[in-house]
């Protein structure tokens, strides 16, 4: 399995996981499971990670593949496509977190089926498999825009792992005008006629569209199928052609001696106030609690869990909360505004069919004084289902015989949607509040309201989006306020009164314990998030793993 | 006399009519295969359940259960039932057989505790939500002279529910939750019951599950050779006579 064979040239091959090679051709579990490594709890193992999505399933093949002993603890299930996904909009419900989270603020955000979700593979189970990078700018909002927060790295520390996360996914795409120009592994899919119209609308208004990029294979890859283009990516790709970490680094990281742990929810992270460092994670798996011990936490949970594990891991030390005497964990959550305009026209469009994200622009990311308000938004191509188009109608004031009526124009119908750079603010946080889950853990608050710079952008893209449907000729049109992703929450800097960990993710507090998810970042972009996270773990762990990070943070490692 | 359509034109969509507003859909076609809500739809002789041979197992489980084990009510008590099933069908617009049963669909997700991962802060559970809305419509109906929801007449019934949509029901059981909060909360779960059912997507002419077999033909005005033609380019009356259907 280790060494390439003649009979992969002409495959794209990353040339330090072999994920897409250890998939079976015809089953689409992971098909080492079944020898994969088991550590006791109290085996000591050199870093045990919270959470198998974007940030938690790349840190673990990377330091598995470095010959670091991992255990990553996984609340939802190790899920096989062939057994338990389906092709079908409400029965794809248990891919979500849903567990109650309360939501509040003046611009309260929807949780579950939009932004969270559980099992192996975490969120980018039920993405739509947009994997754009970030731009230059967006690491550096403060000094150029004086809004958001500078990152303590930059674009071009997490550009070599962009890359390389780019060809593990695989990411098809057209060549890439803005940020920072780039190409992509595998050329673009074909286009729908839903794409087809709003590239047309969009070129008449002088926007330029482009296709991809989408972590969704186009051509030989591994084991990993072609995309059928049923349209069913936001209920799991059943068919293994989009990528998440359960196909594109859990194999390897199994075959490297990672354990995933799944069904195990982390309740605490123990803290030894005499050693003034972490020394495990407390678990509970069919309703027993467990200890696992480690020299290392990395913690990857996502916005609203990190913060929540963080805030419950009380001790005579961190009264509030664990790495939070600065009382900055939970803040700074943000959410990308996500509005979408429905456009009808006379020949049939059939959305539902190819993938949901088709064609995009980033020509509005960056700033521009003129529109008055700083940052920006990009556009992309959303293609809902019948129940995700019922809410968007229903969203527009309609019900009864005008719902039916909309509804049974559906196949006329495609949609546009925006992704605004929301900007950063201290009282947008998670906190506990005094109701205890099925766990016995305290539910978890979600505070969020726009500013004005907020309202103005979001103002200002649903115009324009509205304008590309009138240039395409659209005769009739319905537009819906909403959210997509979630980020931020526990933000890296350089300054340790603002922020929870440094540049390494490590704690400023805790030399032990790590941040390795979306919560780390300090400002969102108008990109979706799911690669940035991935890239940042990537980067992270080859600083742990050249022992670029402080050495005390760590037990003596293996050399790898 | 059925009036002669295009499916091009859009002046029948609600925000488009020039006049008027929106009744049932008498001018369309009966539905000729399979089923569809109230039997009515733009695609007659479509029935995606003919296509079940071409989805995987899992999926098919999943979706002819919805068809054939409708779970009974356990969640909602007999009084409850009545009073939503009203409101249901208003929301659905749902005002004669066949029906697809989106109560007894809502009954079992919140029976199963099945929520959607988020509480309205200063909102009940979604749970209590359901019985407080069946509550308030109760009273709300008293107000208006009748013995409960259910037994007012269905345009009585609509003005509540078109209330309820603006946010204006007051007093009561509906000081005890925000309303329009509320309106998003029982909607969500009535729409994703009503459009997970095969007949609603023999209306709206969707494909369904499309694993393994995918799509190939997905450009502007491109159909696979299996989907339905809308049947609103021909007249149906004359279509089918012309047919000798009838």
Same mark, same amino acid.
């Given at each position: ?61 990377? &330091? ?43 611009? /309260? ?17 039920? !993405? ?13 909002? !403060? ?5 958001? #927060? ?74 990993? /199928? ?56 407390? !678990? ?10 480690? #020299?290392?936490? #990395? ?52 959305? !539902? ?62 949609? &546009? ?14 906190? &506990? ?50 959210? #997509? ?76 | ?9 859009? =002046? ?8 008027? =507003? ?98 309205? *802060? =200063? ?20 107000? *208006? ?98 047919? =000798?259907?009838?």
């Amino acid at each position: 399995m280790k060494t390439p064979r003649n009979i992969f040239k002409g495959s794209i091959r990353p040339p330090d996981n072999d994920s897409a090679f250890i998939l079976h051709p015809h089953k689409r579990g992971v098909p080492n499971v079944g020898r994969m490594a088991h550590y006791r709890d109290d085996d000591e193992v050199d870093m045990l990670i919270v959470g198998c999505g974007a940030g938690g399933g790349v840190l673990s093949q990377r &330091l598995a593949r470095r010959g670091w002993r991992v255990v990553v603890l996984e609340r939802g299930p190790f899920w096989d496509p062939d057994r338990d996904w389906v092709s079908d909009e409400a029965g794809s419900h248990k891919l979500y977190w849903t567990d109650k989270r309360i939501v509040g603020g003046s611009d /309260p955000v929807q949780m579950g089926k939009n932004n969270s979700g559980h099992g192996v593979g975490g969120s980018m189970v039920h !993405y739509a498999g947009y994997t754009p990078r970030f731009h230059p700018s967006d690491f550096e909002t !403060y000094t150029r825009d004086g809004v958001g #927060a500078d990152w303590p790295i930059s674009y071009w520390d997490l550009k070599e792992h962009y890359e390389r996360c780019e060809a593990e996914l695989p990411v098809a795409g057209q060549h890439w005008p803005w940020g920072d120009p780039h190409g992509y592994p595998m050329g673009p899919h074909p286009i729908g006629g839903s794409a087809e119209v709003a590239w047309k609308g969009a070129e008449d208004c002088g926007i330029e569209m482009r296709v991809g990029p989408v972590a969704i294979t186009n051509g030989a890859f591994g084991n990993r /199928p072609h995309c059928i283009y049923r349209g069913f990516c936001l209920e799991a790709c059943k068919v293994n052609a989009k990528g998440s970490p359960l196909i594109t680094h859990v194999p390897d990281a199994i075959e490297h001696g990672a354990e995933i742990r799944a069904d195990c929810m982390a309740i605490r992270v123990e803290y030894d106030e005499s050693a003034g460092r972490v020394t495990g994670v407390t !678990y509970l798996r069919d309703g027993q609690e467990h200890f696992q011990r480690a #020299a290392a936490v #990395a913690v990857a949970g996502y916005s609203i869990e990190t913060p929540r594990l963080l805030l419950n891991s009380k001790s005579a030390r961190f009264p509030n909360g664990l790495a939070n005497s600065n009382d900055q964990v939970g803040r700074y959550v943000m959410v990308q505004g996500a509005s979408q305009t429905a456009a009808r026209f006379a020949e049939p469009m059939h959305m !539902y069919k190819a993938p949901p994200p088709e064609v995009s622009s980033e020509q509005f990311y960056e700033t521009d004084e003129s529109r008055g308000f700083a940052r920006g938004f990009s556009i992309q191509t959303v293609s809902p289902m019948p129940i995700g188009w019922s809410e968007h109608v229903i969203a527009d004031g309609h019900w009864g015989y005008a719902l039916r009526e909309y509804m049974r124009d559906y196949i006329h119908w495609t949609v &546009l949607g925006v992704l605004n750079e929301l900007l950063p603010h201290p009282e947008n946080r998670v906190t &506990l509040t005094d109701e205890p889950d099925q766990y016995g853990m305290p539910i978890p608050r979600f505070d969020y309201s726009q500013s004005d710079n907020d309202r103005a952008n979001i103002a200002y893209s649903k115009k324009v989006i509205q304008d590309i449907w009138e240039h395409a000729d659209a005769q009739d049109t319905l537009t819906i306020d909403r959210y #997509a992703h979630l980020v931020g929450g526990c933000r890296m800097g350089d300054d340790p009164d603002e922020s929870v960990v440094n540049s390494d993710h490590q704690s400023w507090e805790v030399p032990n314990l790590f941040i390795t998810d979306g919560s780390v970042m300090p400002t969102q972009g108008s990109a979706n998030p799911a690669l940035t996270i991935m890239a940042l773990a990537s980067r992270l762990a080859d600083r742990l793993t050249s022992k670029r990070v402080d050495a005390q943070g760590l037990r003596a490692v293996p050399s790898g | 006399m059925a009036k002669h359509f295009r499916s091009g034109d859009a =002046g029948h969509l609600p925000n488009q009519r020039k006049s008027g =507003g929106i009744g049932p859909p008498d001018e369309l076609p009966r539905q000729r295969r399979g089923t569809t809500p109230q039997m009515y739809g733009r695609y007659p002789d479509w029935d995606v359940l003919s296509q079940q041979g071409h989805w995987d197992i899992v999926t098919r489980n999943v979706v002819l259960d919805r068809v054939q084990k409708v779970p009974p009510f356990r969640f909602f008590n007999e009084e409850e039932r009545r009073t939503l099933k009203a409101f249901s069908d208003r929301v659905t617009a749902q005002d004669k057989e066949p029906r697809i049963p989106v109560m007894s669909m809502v009954d079992a997700k919140l029976d199963a505790g099945e929520l959607d991962g988020y509480q309205f *802060a =200063g909102m009940p559970d979604d749970r209590d939500v359901w019985r407080i809305v069946a509550r308030g419509l109760d009273e709300t109906a008293r107000e *208006a002279g009748g013995h409960d929801f259910a037994s007012l007449s269905e345009e009585a019934q609509r003005q509540i529910v078109g209330r309820m949509a603006d946010g204006e029901l007051e007093g009561g059981s509906w000081e005890e939750l925000d309303v329009s909060k509320a309106w998003s909360v029982v909607t969500r779960h009535i729409l994703s019951a009503f459009y997970s059912h095969p007949w609603a997507w023999n209306e709206i002419g969707f494909g369904g599950p499309a694993y393994p077999r995918g799509y190939a033909a997905f450009g502007v005005g491109t159909k696979e050779h299996w989907e339905p033609d809308p049947a609103f380019d021909v007249d149906p009356v004359t279509d089918t006579q012309d047919r =000798g259907l009838e």
